[in-house]
């Protein structure tokens, strides 16, 4: 790893990790949500963590793909790198206090991302990919602990993720076609860093999502040894303005071999 690499995954998790201490001062407070031009909730907490790490990753000189920015419609030239920043994945979760809501940070590369940061700051757990692999940390004090290195589950057994959140009625199909596998409900981006862990081994996306919601966690989970896929069996791509950055369904799994699976199976109902 280059001394520059290096030195943008320490301001990532730095920035991750101010960010998450920021959100919880607000989550244990009274706080109100307001709606954006999409439909979507948005608290104090969203913008003040995208503030903080904006102001972290500034000095980098790197373009930044930040959700709460581009609400606002400030959208920089992205280029073949750049920063893709959801401050607080999980809105929903956060609002509900169910605590199942993370802080993401990655930098994509020649459309892929190569290093992402994923943080959970009320469950006091982050997750870390890159070309170093895959580790899970505790947060201590609003710091960093020792780091436990990751790796998916392998094995035939299925057993599926599910958004809290965002249910889709097709799911009940497919899972029928997977044999009935076991499910968990899960909010936000902890899903990927749940398929890095080992704890499940297939989550499949009906619904849209954004880049940002994505990113750090599939950096995390690629770092892992799992997949993520388009439907259509491709590669997801980053920086698409055209279409408002958002994704199409997916898949992401602990083997490409059960992605390609679920994808085909999925591709049969859309």
């Known amino acids: 790893m280059s001394n520059e690499t ?45 503030k903080i790490i904006l102001d972290y990753l500034a000095p980098l000189d790197i373009p930044v793909l930040a959700e709460e920015s581009v609400a606002e419609g400030k959208i920089p030239e992205l ?42 700051p009320a469950l006091n757990k982050g997750y870390i990919g890159s070309e170093n692999g895959a580790f899970g940390f505790h947060i201590i004090n ?23 959140s965002h249910a889709d009625p097709r799911l009940t199909d497919l899972r029928e076609m997977l044999n009935n596998p076991e499910c968990m409900n899960v909010g936000s981006s902890l899903k990927m860093c749940l398929l890095a862990c080992g704890k499940a081994n ?38 698409k303005k055209q279409n408002g950055f958002r994704h199409p369904p997916f898949v992401a799994a602990s083997t490409r071999e059960l992605a390609l699976r679920t994808c085909k199976l999925i591709n049969a109902q859309i």
Not at 86 to 99: A, Q, S, V, Y
Not at 104 to 115: D, F, K
Not at 142 to 164: F, P, Y
């Open 79 to 120: 280029g073949d790198r750049f920063f893709v920043v959801d401050p607080l994945d999980g809105t929903k979760e956060f609002i509900n206090k169910n605590h199942q809501f993370t802080v993401n940070i990655a930098l994509v590369e020649n459309n892929r991302p190569t290093c992402g940061i994923v943080t959970a």
């Open 202 to 239: 297939l989550y499949p996306r009906f619904s849209p999502t954004c880049e940002w919601d994505i990113a750090a966690g599939q950096a995390v989970l690629e770092a892992a040894g799992g997949t993520i896929l388009a439907a259509n069996g491709g590669q997801l791509s980053y920086g």
């Open 142 to 164: 609003g710091d960093m602990g020792e780091k436990t290195a990751l790796a998916v589950k392998t094995g035939a057994k299925i057993s599926m993720l599910i958004s809290r």
């Open 6 to 50: 290096e030195i943008i995954i320490e301001t990532m998790q730095t920035a991750a990790l101010a960010a998450g201490e920021a959100i919880l001062q607000i989550y244990h407070q009274q706080f109100t949500a307001t709606q954006k031009a999409d439909g979507t909730p948005v608290t104090d907490a969203d913008q003040q963590a995208e």
